[in-house]
């Protein structure tokens, strides 16, 4: 890997001592270590532990299990890409924005900020609209071990916030917590003052007033973490953000297997991420609902004139970040063409 820091071999290092497979125990098993995204309370870590990861052992008789891991369990989650390749983890579930110091092309496959309606759609764009292709290439070009399985997003997010934010107007001037990248600069143009921060800082943050509002989970992730505790007018559904979870293992573990084991991980992350994707939704609308009967929290729906000014601001920054590599501009059309084929942009 190019550029690779001492400090971050070091890192490597103590892990690999750390999560040394197994596999020699029991040769014909194959047990993946695969870090996500998740803290260990998100509602969408859980469900998946919960509910799929033993699905995977039926699946393959046993031959193939999985362990989910919290966020930062085995390496800080900006490395998960390098961890894969040298061996320190199989592989992640995990978002795919947390790369985008690498190139601006994984800002744009991470998250592009306001482009989508929903779930649904980025998980169309990745298993048949050339989503998958294309972060594949970026690995590629990357030169990373790394075998994308799929990717797609499994929760339009909730915005979390102190004060009442009720159109783009009223984000002039608010400190909001966004990651850096795409998400941070749209903010920026819509008159925001971004704030980067961990996802472990935001309920602090909030709490003394560092920040005012925060691009963070999906609703039912927020509430699991209080955040509505603190922030009692969080917007949903989002304005802003599906962000991309892609889940990946190292070619060389990906080569190892089956063909019949290969296309039996590719239907399990399928159904997993779908089913993933039905629960927190309606998990989501069901605590939504019973925030709105109560006097606590003001759960606030923006107007559709609202929305469609915020993602014309969007759309400026999608084409700056497009320009800043090939790669980017090569995400940027892969995006603009599948939005066009289901009527979200104009065609020319």
């Not at 985008?100 to 092309?105: F, K």
């Not at 600069?185 to 909030?206: D, R």
Request: aromatic share 8%; net charge negative.
């Amino acid at each position: 890997m190019k550029n690779r820091s001492t400090a971050l071999t070091a890192v490597f290092a103590t892990a690999a001592v750390l999560m040394v497979a197994p596999m020699a125990q029991a040769q014909d098993a194959l047990k993946l270590k695969i870090q996500t995204a998740a803290t260990a309370s998100h509602f969408s870590l859980r469900y998946l532990n919960e509910n799929w990861t033993p699905k995977l052992a039926e699946m393959t008789d046993g031959r193939i299990t999985i362990e989910l891991l919290p966020n930062g369990a085995v390496v800080p989650h900006r490395d998960t890409p390098d961890a894969v390749s040298m061996g320190i983890l199989d592989g992640d579930y995990t978002s795919v924005m947390y790369f985008a110091g690498r190139d601006p092309a994984f800002a744009l496959m991470g998250d592009l900020t306001a482009g989508y309606d929903s779930a649904d759609q980025t998980q169309a764009f990745c298993s048949i609209g050339g989503g998958r292709e294309m972060l594949q290439k970026i690995y590629d070009e990357e030169n990373l071990d790394v075998h994308v399985v799929g990717c797609g997003a499994y929760s339009r997010e909730s915005f979390v916030s102190k004060v009442p934010i009720r159109g783009v107007a009223d984000l002039k001037g608010k400190k909001i917590r966004a990651p850096e990248g795409l998400a941070s600069a749209v903010f920026k143009a819509a008159g925001a003052t971004p704030v980067a921060i961990p996802g472990s800082e935001v309920y602090t943050s909030l709490e003394k007033g560092i920040i005012d509002a925060a691009d963070n989970s999906a609703y039912s992730n927020d509430k699991a973490n209080g955040m509505h505790d603190i922030a009692k007018y969080p917007i949903f559904p989002g304005i802003h953000s599906t962000p991309f979870q892609q889940f990946t293992i190292s070619n060389s573990v990906w080569d190892g297997l089956s063909k019949a084991d290969q296309e039996i991980l590719t239907v399990w992350y399928e159904a997993a991420t779908n089913d993933l994707r039905r629960a927190v939704d309606q998990h989501d609308r069901e605590l939504v609902a019973i925030d709105r009967a109560g006097d606590d929290i003001e759960v606030i729906d923006w107007s559709q004139k609202d929305r469609d000014a915020f993602r014309e601001i969007a759309m400026g920054e999608w084409k700056k970040f497009a320009a800043g590599s090939k790669l980017a501009g090569e995400a940027y059309d892969t995006h603009v063409k599948f939005l066009k084929s289901i009527g979200l942009l104009a065609n020319d």
